[in-house]
C-alpha cells in the first residue's frame, strides 16, 4: 500500500463557526483534553510504537514556560488544545523514556505517530507559529491579544483583527513526452532531485504561477497546466498545489542561483528513483508531494 502523503489527514471536527470567547478556558481546564505541546518548533510526543503526540492533560502540569494556546478543534467529541511552549521545555523530556522529542520532518517520515496524527501536529504547528510571529499589529505596531479560542488576534489600541495565513505554493512536475524535469538546490540531500516550486504571487493564477516558477527557474516554457493534488506543508504554514505541466521547449537554463541543477529524466529513471535502486539520483521522501507527483507521473 502507499503511504499516504504527509500532513494531509486532519480527522478534526475543527467547529470553526462556534469559537466563543470561553471554548479555549473550558478546553485547558477539562480534564479530558488532549494536549498537542511544542517545545519551540519540536512535538513532544509519548513515546510508543507507534506513539502519540495526543498528550493527557496533565501534561501541563510538568511545563510552566506555556506561551501560546489554540483550540484546534475535537476529535471524537474530545478537546484538542495546541500549547506552545519555549525551546527549553524540550530538555524536560529528551531524557524521558516515556517520552520522544523530534522535528516534525523526522516524526513523518519515521512514522513515530499514527498517519491521522500528523495533519494535527502540522495545524498545531503552523497555528503556533503563526501567533509567535505575529505578536504586534501590522496596522499600528501595539501588542496584540489572541481572540477567537486562538484564531484571531486582537489589537485594542487600533481594533484591527489579524486572522492566520497560509501561503500558497506551486508545485510541478512538467512533463515533455517521456521525460520529466526536476532539479536539486544545495540545500537537498545528496543525489536527490525533486519537482520545481515557488511561491503564489499576488494576482496570479495557479497556471500562470506554474509557467513562471518554471521559466525562471529553468527557461522551460509551459503550455497546458492540471492540478492534481494538495499538501498543507507547516514549515512554516503553507500549502503546496500539487500540478502537471506541458513542456513546449526543452532547452534548459538555470542561472545556478534558485537551482544547483536542474535536468530531464526518464520515466524508467524516476521509476528507479522511487524505488531507492537508482545508481546516482534520489526521489523526495515520500512525505512530499513531489513522491506523489512523480508515482502518477510514472503510471500515466
Known sequence: MTKPIGYIINPLVRHSAERDPEALAKAVHDPQTAMVVLAGDLPILQAGEPGTGLLPAAILDRITSRREQVLLGTLEGRPVVATLALPEAAGLF??????????????????????????????AKSMLDWHARHRFCANCGAA???????????????????????DPVVIMLIAH?????MGRQAR???????CLAGFLEPGETVE?????????????????????????????????IGCIGEALTDEIAFD???LEDARWFTKED???MLEGAHETFQAPARIAIANHLLREWVKE
Open 208 to 240: 500562470a504561477a506554474v509557467r513562471r516558477e518554471t521559466f525562471e527557474e529553468a527557461g522551460i516554457r509551459v503550455g497546458a497546466v492540471r492540478y492534481l493534488a494538495s499538501q498543507p506543508w507547516p514549515f512554516p504554514s503553507s500549502l503546496m
Open 270 to 272: 524516476v521509476r528507479l
Open 256 to 258: 545556478g542561483e534558485e
Open 94 to 123: 529528551q531524557d524521558d523514556p516515556a517520552f520522544a522529542v523530534a522535528d516534525l520532518r523526522a516524526i513523518a517520515v519515521r512514522d513515530l505517530v499514527p498517519q491521522e496524527e500528523l495533519g494535527i501536529l502540522a495545524m
Open 144 to 166: 496584540t491579544q489572541a481572540g477567537q479560542a486562538g484564531f484571531r488576534r486582537d489589537c485594542a489600541n487600533c481594533g484591527a483583527q489579524h486572522f492566520p495565513r497560509t
Open 177 to 181: 513526452g517521456d521525460r520529466c524535469l
Open 188 to 194: 537537498f540531500p545528496e543525489k536527490m532531485y525533486s
